[in-house]
């Protein structure tokens, strides 16, 4: 399998309703990011974890960290249809120099 | 700040032609990447520029693309000839100097017919 998987593959829930995204990686890591992509468009930042942080937050995210298990998980707080998009996390290895390694991403869609 | 812009934003071109994509950083951003996905699979990396150096090319898929980034400012990504399996989404991201966030590009739609 690959480094950064993301499970589920598509999720879908009604406004209002937090969502949970997983990830699995590999290998040793420097950091893990979580990107956004709306359909057809580029991908958004939206959050860093560095190895050493178990947990980490920025407005309706919460991302946690678990090295131990090589998993992260991103949950979006009463979400909104705007958050409907695909959902990536990627992995910065150590040893790579900051050669990132993406997941096949998680597909949101939040319905009304 | 202008983000990450590339051009053209979308490509349609015939089995053995050449297309050159072209990649602006963040200005000020010393570290400049290119990734590109291919239809069902994931975003995978082809290379790292470090200003004009290649500091990683362990992606590059084979000789027929041709990344530069002269001067260090913008880059291009040349193939040549094209084929059929080249088609997907090209991505260009870009850091700062000892930064760990990659900031991405809306990437450019490639078809190979």
């Known amino acids: 399998s690959q480094q950064g998987e993301e499970d589920p593959q598509a999720l879908s829930i009604q406004e209002g309703e937090n969502a949970t995204m997983n990830c699995s990686y590999k290998?040793?890591?420097?950091?893990l990011q979580w990107y956004r992509q709306n359909s057809g468009r580029g991908l958004v930042h939206l959050i860093l974890?560095?190895?050493?942080?178990r947990e980490k937050h920025s407005g309706r995210l919460r991302v946690t960290l678990d090295t131990s298990k090589k998993s992260s998980s991103l949950l979006i707080t009463a979400s909104r249809a705007a958050d409907t998009a695909s959902y990536f996390c990627?992995?910065?290895?150590?040893?790579?120099?900051?050669?990132?390694?993406f997941g096949t991403g998680t597909r949101l869609q939040v319905t009304l | 700040e202008a983000g990450v812009t590339q051009f053209p934003s979308h490509s349609v071109i015939e089995k053995g032609q050449t297309v050159t994509l072209r990649c602006d950083p963040i200005?000020?951003?010393?570290?400049l990447y290119w990734y590109r996905r291919v239809m069902g699979k994931e975003i995978k990396f082809l290379l790292h520029?470090?200003?004009?150096?290649?500091?990683?090319e362990s992606g590059m898929p084979n000789n027929r693309f041709l990344a530069e980034r002269t001067g260090g400012t913008y880059s291009t990504l040349k193939v040549q000839p094209a084929e059929l399996e080249d088609s997907g989404v090209y991505f260009c991201?870009?850091?700062?100097?000892?930064?760990?966030?990659?900031?991405f590009g809306p990437g450019t739609r490639l078809l190979v017919l």
């Open positions: 974890i560095r190895s050493n942080e």
């Open positions: 520029f470090v200003k004009e150096s290649k500091q990683d």
């Open positions: 991201a870009s850091s700062q100097d000892g930064g760990e966030t990659q900031y």
């Open positions: 200005s000020g951003h010393d570290n």
């Open positions: 990627a992995t910065d290895a150590v040893g790579t120099a900051s050669k990132l390694t």
């Open positions: 290998t040793s890591i420097n950091n």
